[in-house]
DNA sequence: ACTTTTGTTCATTTTTTATTGAACAAAATG
DNA sequence: CATTTTGTTCAATAAAAAATGAACAAAAGT
């Protein structure tokens, strides 16, 4: 099993919380790379997620020994996909941190940024298909060709209708 | 943009058809890697998409310039999400195959293999959370480390629902 | 039973992807 | 406006994932 490097130096800390901190954030680093993200990521939004009080920048960075780099550029990742919020605290210069924790908020920020410029792109590609002339083909193949054009077209169609659907199911109950 | 080095050595050989298919696997290969699957498995889908006549192994394996290894994995993966069938071809030894096209198919293949197994998971793991004794911490963070873990209990639920309901969706013309 | 054909496995190598950290920019403070 | 604090970028490096190919198994033919 993965264990994510929180350290564990620091509050008075109960023994038996942090261990099932750390299982939480290990659950959420299995489902973010679950989803295609990077391992930082998912330790970044594990650790927000289990902290009831926001985090800035280089808390994170030092609890989960990560870079500076990572630690930017995670939250960037997490912020453009609205699975975190940023807080801001009276007399502070930092930014901070909070998780977003709504499912569908989830699911549908995951959705707009990594699933539909994909299905948009493929979309205009399969438009831009042309089919050879008629008559310098076999007419087999070309029926077959085109067959599978329409598939493809299909495909597309089916799937650009499938993801609104889906963000709705989870936005409902 | 990528192209995929099938050899254009063989039959008379339209050239304005050959461009087409090699657009159609590129497209192939490009829906493969968006989710997540490796090149080698979108190029031999891709193949297999614009082929009209069953493919061996080994036409795949020189056709794509691939391995046999990577040729025999991809097939297994293929094989295992239900997007090739196997053809017998009377007075052969070799295995052929083809490419499912049918889109409810595909996808409910692929969540069967792919994403069932790390919902389910997921699940199970959830399942052995354990909350600490109520009177060995601070009551409000307690209280919040509960809210998490109904979270994460509800994601769970809901998505294990969303499967099956993407895939009839999909089903449902 | 041996030989050949077909297909799989898996240790090594290659390629791809993620992380690091130092240089840079931006913004607030005094 | 210089200084410090905060955050970003990106070339170099490290880590992870995929491909190779030779050794191995399984099955068919002779």
Redesign the pocket.
Known sequence: MQTVAKDITEPPANQELAAIEQDMMDLCLRIS?FI????????LYGFLFVSQEPK???ELTSQL????????????VL?TIGAIKTVYIA??????FQAETNLSKLVSGFLKDRIEPGVTDLGHRISTLSLPDEDSVSNSKLEFIKGRMQKLASWQQKTADAVPALSKFLTGS
Request: positive net charge; charged residues 35%.
């Open positions: 790379k295609g993200l990077p391992k930082s990521v998912g330790e800035s920048m280089d020994n990560l870079s500076k780099g990572a630690t930017s550029q995670g939250l960037k912020r007399g502070e210069r930092k930014d901070y």
